[in-house]
């Protein structure tokens, strides 16, 4: 079934990869910087009607829906899909955007896909099983970092859709600027995590996101040996838009003094 799954995902990056006049299909979303394109609706549609024959029983969330579904990822079995995270990256032709794809069962996260379809680097972890990139036809155990955060790059979301919240990521962007080696800036939350897990980075803040943004990524972590809770340390909620420290062990715990 896994593997079924894994096909899947890989078939939907190649709409992402076919996609041609992008801008011409383009719908503004409530929020700042905030679109949609024809792709994201198509990966989605795909990906919910090939899913539904693999797991009839499941129920399916995806970003290009009512957030009132959110509710359905706290009882039962569902998916929780991203069709394109990193959408403003995906209009610009920037080269760094993914399909998020978890399994929940009653609102814990039980098997999670990252897919960027112009590396073809597969993210995945299984609750209990650990984490492991697939790439080129090889499979590598994931593991973050062991750097402290002095050591270490910090990743910042910027969330540019609420406003209101743009001074307080930004003085958070100062301190960790200040306590790490830099500060990158890349544009989609799942891969931001996926970089942790992978011990490319130490850290990754963001002062809001959806269950779609971090429902996969947040296992893949984990799995890896990294730690993810909203950034006062009390863990992530399924059901409602969170704020996110990441991290491996030893700089989360410094991050989070730091932004006490």
Excluded at 116 to 136: F, S, V
Aim: proline share 3%; glycine share 8%; charged share 25%.
């Amino acid at each position: 079934m896994h593997e079924q799954l894994i096909t899947l995902i890989r078939e939907a990056g190649e709409i992402m990869k076919s996609a041609r006049d992008i801008e011409r299909g383009i719908e503004v979303k409530e929020g700042d910087a905030n679109f949609v394109t024809e792709y994201d609706s198509a990966v989605q549609k795909f990906l919910f009607e090939k899913l539904a024959l693999l797991y009839p029983e499941a129920a399916f969330v995806g970003e290009e829906d009512s957030a009132d579904d959110i509710a359905r990822l706290t009882s039962g079995k569902a998916f929780v899909i991203d069709p394109i995270d990193g959408t403003t990256n995906f209009i610009k032709h920037f080269g760094h955007s993914c399909i998020s794809v978890a399994l929940c069962e009653n609102g814990e996260t039980v098997l999670g896909i990252v897919y960027n379809p112009y590396t073809d680097e597969m993210y995945c972890a299984e609750a209990g099983k650990g984490a492991w990139l697939l790439c080129g036809g090889k499979r590598r155990t994931l593991q973050v970092s062991r750097q402290p955060l002095e050591n270490g790059l910090s990743l910042i979301g910027t969330s540019p859709y609420y406003t209101q919240l743009h001074d307080r990521t930004f003085s958070v962007m100062r301190t960790l600027f200040e306590h790490s080696l830099d500060i990158r800036r890349c544009g989609s939350a799942a891969l931001d995590l996926c970089m942790i897990a992978d011990g490319r980075a130490e850290v990754y803040f963001e002062a809001i996101l959806s269950p779609w943004d971090y429902a996969a990524g947040m296992l893949i972590v984990r799995e890896a040996g990294g730690i993810v809770t909203q950034p006062d340390g009390t863990p992530l909620q399924m059901d409602r838009k969170c704020g996110i420290l990441a991290g491996n062990p030893a700089a989360y715990e410094a991050a989070k003094l730091l932004l006490a």
